[in-house]
Each structure stands twice: as structure tokens, then as C-alpha cells.
């Protein structure tokens, strides 16, 4: 498996309070992704970037930005988290933007 | 953007029994990638098809690519209880951005 890993892999947390999620790799890649997994709607892109500090919007933006400042870091925040929020987040990483590689996931619940 | 249907959803088999998952689009594909996910993992790169009446073969499964390059087929001849899971398509941009299908879940009963 390729070196990516997601911290924390389980959180909690109340409606209203901020939620920062990292995605680490190891394989220097230039693209990063990240996605949310609900049932019944496979995989949907919240925001990618293509490089350090370059992101760009997915279908699913919305209540969700990212930042990256360094190459191996993709860091997604919630900036005041709803219920509508809980899901499994899952990041990905790209060398040339063709298969994707993806993280073990992290399990968030908002109440 | 383009979008990837996928049917169908779910799909429950007899182990020893055949399977196959479709992917379709409106529009002409570039390429197209399957992914499968077992259950409580994340989605794993099975392989990626480019040419037009491209078929491709893993052990048991069998990918095509149709002449149109508007859909695509997984078959999983003879399955496994290993084969459980959720098998994805998706489409690769050029921006490098993937869309995914919804996917179709299999369980296999042994």
C-alpha cells in the first residue's frame, strides 16, 4: 500500500465545533484528495489540490476548506461541524492524476 | 462534469456463482478505473482501461471497455466469499479529479 495515512481514524465531536482532519504521505505525490463516503453515494470529491497551496473545489464543498503547506500534508477542516457532516472521510493521493491511492479512512460522527 | 451510472447497486450470489457489475456514461470516457473496497477498508486501484473493446483479465475477473467508450463491465467468474465487497467505476479527468459511480455491493453467500 502506498505511504498515506489519516489521523485521527475516529472522532466524536458536537454540531457547531471545528473539525481538522490530516491526511499524511510519504510518496512525495502531487495530487491529494479528499472525499466523503455515505451510503448510497459511492465516493464524492469535497476538494483536491494539484500542488502546495494549490486547491480547487469538489461536487461537495460546501462547509468544508483545505489547506496544504506542505507536500505531504492535505489538512481538511470542518469549520463548524453538522449533523449532515457525519461520514467517512476518506483522502487519496496521485502521482500523475490517474490511479488513486487511498488512505485508511477516518470515521466522523457529528452530534 | 461526467458522470459514471452504476448497476447494479446491490447483488447477492451463491458462492461458485457469476457476477457482473456495469458502468455507464452519457458521453465518451477517456478512461475508466475500477476500484474495489472491502467492507470496513478503503477503495483499492484494480485497473484501468483505455482503449476502445479493450478487455483486460485478472484471475477470474474480466474488464471491458466498451467500442464507444461509453461504459464498462467487471465479471467475476466462479466467486468467492474474497470477492465480497463494493466494486467501483470511476473516470479520470485530465485536471486529474475522478469521478466515481456509486458503486455495487456484493456479498456472496457460501
Known amino acids: 500500500d502506498a505511504g498515506i495515512t489519516q489521523s485521527p481514524r475516529h472522532k466524536v465531536t458536537e454540531t457547531g465545533t471545528p473539525v481538522t482532519l490530516r491526511c499524511h504521505q510519504t510518496?512525495?505525490?502531487?495530487?491529494m484528495y479528499w472525499y466523503r463516503q455515505d451510503p448510497g453515494h459511492g465516493l464524492r470529491l469535497i476538494h483536491y489540490s494539484y500542488g502546495v497551496k494549490d486547491t480547487d473545489k469538489g461536487e461537495v464543498s460546501d462547509g468544508y476548506s483545505v489547506s496544504r503547506s506542505k507536500t505531504e500534508d492535505f489538512l481538511l477542516t470542518l469549520e463548524s461541524a453538522t449533523s449532515s457532516q457525519t461520514s467517512v472521510y476518506f483522502c487519496?493521493?496521485?502521482?500523475?492524476?490517474?490511479?488513486?491511492?487511498f488512505g485508511p479512512g477516518t470515521r466522523l460522527t457529528v452530534l | 462534469g461526467q458522470q459514471v451510472m452504476q448497476i447494479p447497486q446491490y447483488q447477492h450470489v451463491q458462492e461458485g456463482e457469476d457476477f457482473t457489475t456495469y458502468c455507464n456514461s452519457s458521453t465518451t470516457l477517456s478512461n475508466i478505473q475500477w476500484y474495489k473496497q472491502r467492507p470496513g477498508g478503503h477503495p483499492v486501484f484494480l485497473i484501468q482501461?483505455?482503449?476502445?473493446?479493450e478487455v483486460k483479465k485478472q484471475k477470474r475477473l474480466t474488464f471491458q471497455f466498451g467500442e464507444a467508450k461509453k461504459n464498462s463491465s467487471l465479471h467475476i467468474t466462479a466467486t468467492q466469499t474474497t470477492d465480497v465487497g463494493t466494486y467501483f467505476c470511476a473516470h479520470n479527468t485530465n485536471a486529474g479529479k475522478s469521478t466515481f459511480g456509486d458503486g455495487t455491493t456484493l456479498t456472496v453467500k457460501p
Open positions: 487519496a493521493i496521485t502521482d500523475e492524476g490517474d490511479t488513486q491511492y
Open positions: 482501461l483505455v482503449k476502445s473493446g
Open positions: 510518496e512525495n505525490h502531487r495530487y
